[in-house]
């Protein structure tokens, strides 16, 4: 490692300035680092609780399981793997956290980290897969960390970082190609599953089909079914062992995520409307300077951005290499890359194939990561055989433009696409179309040298003009709250536990997703912008008329049982009617009042009704929702006065509490059931069942009682032992590995 880097120190010296050199004006302040709404209003926030969560293992001796100030509580640790708790690099940042307080700066310098990775790990594959041109792995790398996909993950850090480690990923077959060595698979498989295991899918089914390229590509001998299994096996037992070693933070991980409603789909067309096809195709060339700014994007479809969140482009030079290979005969190198190219296109182009790499989910384009790796890949192998090819890269030039113009007059003219609703993409359209032309020539003159150049600058420029388009919709402002008054309010206060409201529109930044300021500013609270909040609440939430991650309960019989003390208002008349109210101080602008007539986190009840009767419009204070096999076994309950569950001790994974009863009944926590939950009753374990449309319930007779509750999240402990046991496979493969001789690497 140390001598590739001395052999190549010039080329990576360059890159890394070129990037640092993009991200100056964001370094220095002069540009607010934000460039989507999800950045600031959700990753960030989640790293923030996260290293609150993580921190509180030397505070308080708690593993970073539950969050108390995500909606109404959450397996955080499982329930986050999505976004980051699979995050290598976090422990690098808890250790910076003393230097640099803000995680919002932090991510930010590893958001630049990570297009510095980006074109380190793509340049060390095309090292070891066979490049041998430096400049052309240095403008190949360059490519890879400015492109189009690359742009659009700046600020969504889980994605970003997958899309930098990924050629990692190809280098390490590549080197066990080259060595028989496959420990380093093992190793990168197992980063890239924690980093994104939602990335990891698609990537693990292409998979498949690099490893017969790169056995065709780089094979100097007869290809035989023999050959393909002994070069196979070994990576099918090292992802194996990736997989295992995962499992301590993806079984738990999997285990939540079963209960999303948005896996699966119930109908998928045949082909994508037309609409589709043409902004794909113009994407090759087109970069996405548009997509999700103020601007209007031209091939805006659906309603989640499923088929517009993406792009193919990665310069528009390199297009002419890639559909060169369609007009290179008798070269067997060139036709497995064809084969490549063509298959990886038609999986995203048709829909059924499009839902199967997007986990059998809806058809989306959110894994058009790996189309720009093989795109980048090709120019980079055809470039290094321009002077042999230059005739066949010059058809293909003409191929597509040939196809480009086709097309879009024909879905200008004939598919109602209206270009005159969309100038500033009009324009841009006509720039780039205007460039390839320019390209077009300098392919047909023989001027390779200043192509690059031009393409060079090209890339620096889309990819810094999108950064700024993004972040200029963003902006600085004052907190409208203040979390060193919430948390000496929270001190003093006689409960251990309860949750505020703050209505939501009120709250800088100005936005509708505003939702999850409770983490920002900790406290406990009852609205979420999350997909991933604890699903066992499905059917409380649309109980309350509820139907996307995008929650806010303001119902005051509903916020009441949820445990809300204090509301946060600008004026009294905000309080809703029908309730006590006392004045109790004031953060920053807002008046704080608490309810009188406010419940504990647990209190019992004694009259219920089942699931099947109930409505939005149950007394939510008085009535239990209760299954109805449960609903049998509580006819021994009269009805009687409520009691409250005394809190003694509360944190992330525990609560504690005491409660006495006249009578038998049953109590309810206003905390989401999750069967990591472990409730005991005067020390003695108890069974819980789900109630109010996603609670915790428990039957509890008359007299005095302890409740203990403890989490851990479920599968966490089989997933320990899953994970060291493929510790223990990987230990023989680094053992076999480290005897290898060169005569045992596969003979490819």
């Not at 001027?447 to 388009?469: A, M």
């Not at 500013?521 to 991650?549: A, C, G, P, R, V």
Request: hydrophobic share 45%; aromatic share 20%.
């Amino acid at each position: 490692m140390v001598d590739f880097l001395k052999r190549n120190k010039v080329q990576i010296g360059i890159l890394i300035t070129l990037i640092i050199c993009i991200f100056i004006p964001y370094l220095l302040d002069y540009r607010v680092f934000l460039f989507n709404a999800d950045q600031q209003l959700q990753y960030n926030l989640f790293y923030k609780e996260w290293m609150r969560l993580v921190k509180d293992i030397y505070h308080t001796g708690s593993f970073p399981f539950y969050s108390i100030n995500t909606f109404l509580g959450s397996n955080f640790y499982a329930s986050k793997l999505y976004y980051l708790t699979g995050d290598i690099f976090f422990p690098i940042m808890v250790l910076l956290s003393k230097f640099i307080k803000d995680i919002d700066l932090s991510l930010e310098l590893f958001s630049v980290l990570y297009v510095i990775l980006s074109s380190i790990s793509f340049y060390t594959f095309l090292y070891l897969f066979g490049i041998r041109n430096k400049w052309y792995m240095f403008i190949g790398s360059l490519i890879y960390a400015l492109s189009g996909v690359a742009s659009n993950y700046v600020g969504q850090y889980m994605f970003h970082r997958f899309y930098s480690l990924l050629p990692f990923l190809f280098a390490s077959i590549e080197y066990y190609r080259k060595t028989g060595k496959i420990y380093l698979f093992s190793i990168i498989v197992f980063i890239l599953i924690l980093t994104s295991y939602y990335f990891m899918f698609p990537t693990t089914i292409f998979l498949v089909a690099y490893s017969f390229f790169t056995i065709f590509y780089n094979s100097t001998k007869r290809i035989t079914f023999r050959s393909i299994f002994r070069f196979g096996l070994p990576l099918i037992v090292a992802y194996c062992v990736g997989i295992l070693l995962s499992a301590f933070l993806t079984v738990p991980g999997f285990l939540f995520l079963k209960d999303n409603s948005r896996l699966g789909v119930d109908y998928i067309d045949k082909a994508f409307e037309f609409r589709v096809y043409l902004g794909y195709l113009h994407s090759l060339i087109t970069p996405p300077l548009t997509l999700f700014s103020k601007y209007d994007y031209l091939f805006n479809v659906g309603f989640n951005g499923h088929l517009t969140w993406y792009s193919i482009y990665a310069g528009s030079a390199i297009i002419p290499f890639i559909f060169s290979t369609f007009f290179i005969k008798n070269d067997r190198k060139i036709a497995s890359l064809r084969f490549l190219i063509v298959l990886i296109n038609l999986l995203t182009l048709f829909p059924y194939l499009s839902s199967f790499m997007h986990g059998f989910s809806e058809p989306s384009f959110r894994w058009v990561f790996l189309i720009t790796f093989v795109h980048i890949l090709g120019f980079v192998i055809v470039l290094e055989h321009f002077d042999e090819y230059r005739k066949e890269v010059f058809n293909g030039s003409i191929l597509f433009l040939f196809i480009f113009i086709s097309t879009a007059l024909y879905g200008y003219f004939y598919k109602g696409i209206t270009v005159y609703d969309n100038p500033i993409h009009l324009r841009i359209i006509i720039i780039f179309l205007i460039l390839y032309c320019v390209y077009l020539c300098l392919i047909g003159l023989k001027k390779l040298n200043i192509l690059l150049v031009v393409l060079i600058f090209e890339v620096i420029f889309t990819f810094s003009t999108r950064l700024w388009i993004l972040s200029e919709t963003y902006y600085s402002y004052t907190p409208s709250l203040d979390e060193n008054a919430i948390a000496y309010f929270r001190d003093v206060d006689d409960d251990l536990f309860y949750r505020i409201y703050v209505n939501p529109d009120g709250l800088l930044p100005t936005s509708s997703l505003n939702l999850n300021q409770s983490i920002n500013f900790n406290y406990s609270s009852t609205s979420t912008y999350d997909s991933t909040y604890e699903y066992n609440l499905k059917q409380f939430i649309e109980m309350n008329n509820i139907n996307w991650h995008i929650i806010k309960i303001d119902n005051p019989d509903v916020l009441r049982m949820l445990a809300v003390k204090y509301y946060y208002v600008t004026d009294i008349s905000e309080l809703p009617e029908n309730y006590n109210w006392t004045y109790s101080y004031n953060v920053n602008h807002y008046q704080v009042y608490r309810m009188d007539e406010y419940r504990s986190i647990g209190f019992t009840y004694s009259k219920f009704t089942n699931e099947s009767n109930a409505s939005s419009q149950i007394n939510w204070n008085e009535i239990l929702i209760v299954p109805e096999d449960i609903l049998e076994k509580l006819h021994y309950i009269s009805e009687s006065e409520s009691k409250d569950l005394e809190i003694n001790e509360f944190s992330n994974n525990r609560l504690v509490g005491d409660i006495e009863l006249d009578s038998d009944q049953v109590l309810f926590l206003s905390i989401p059931y999750s069967s990591g939950w472990n409730v005991y009753v005067d020390n003695q374990l108890v069974k819980i069942f789900k109630v109010q449309g996603g609670f915790i319930g428990l039957e509890l007779n008359e007299g005095y009682h302890n409740i203990t509750l403890q989490f851990v999240p479920p599968g966490f402990k089989i997933g320990i032992f899953t994970s060291l046991f493929g510790l223990l496979i990987f230990s023989l493969i680094i053992i076999n590995d480290y005897k290898k001789r060169i005569e045992l690497k596969p003979n490819l």
